[in-house]
């Protein structure tokens, strides 16, 4: 994450079983590092319309820190006493 903050990237997350709606969202790719790693190499991608969600923004907010926050706070609103 501190990474990712320093260089202002994103960290993209797909949901499991959703590979060939990501598949289909890459209009070209290109290898731009490590070339001799194959598949493991450092891709550039052209995409459109990828189903992917923001896991970690480039302030490095972490879905998986302020998700459960915020579900929490929603589901304590909800929460009804039964006496």
């Given at each position: ?9 994103t960290?993209l ?66 929460t009804?006493?039964?006496?």
């Amino acid at each position: 994450i501190d990474a990712i903050k320093e260089f202002g990237a994103t960290y993209l997350m797909a949901v499991g079983g959703a590979a060939y709606l990501v598949a289909q969202a890459i209009k070209k790719s290109e290898v731009v590092g490590f070339p001799e790693l194959g598949m493991e190499a450092i891709y550039e991608f052209t995409i459109e319309d990828m189903p992917v969600t923001v896991a970690v923004d480039v302030r490095g907010e972490s879905v998986h820190k302020i998700g459960p926050q915020i579900w929490k706070a929603k589901i304590e609103e909800q929460t009804i006493e039964i006496v």
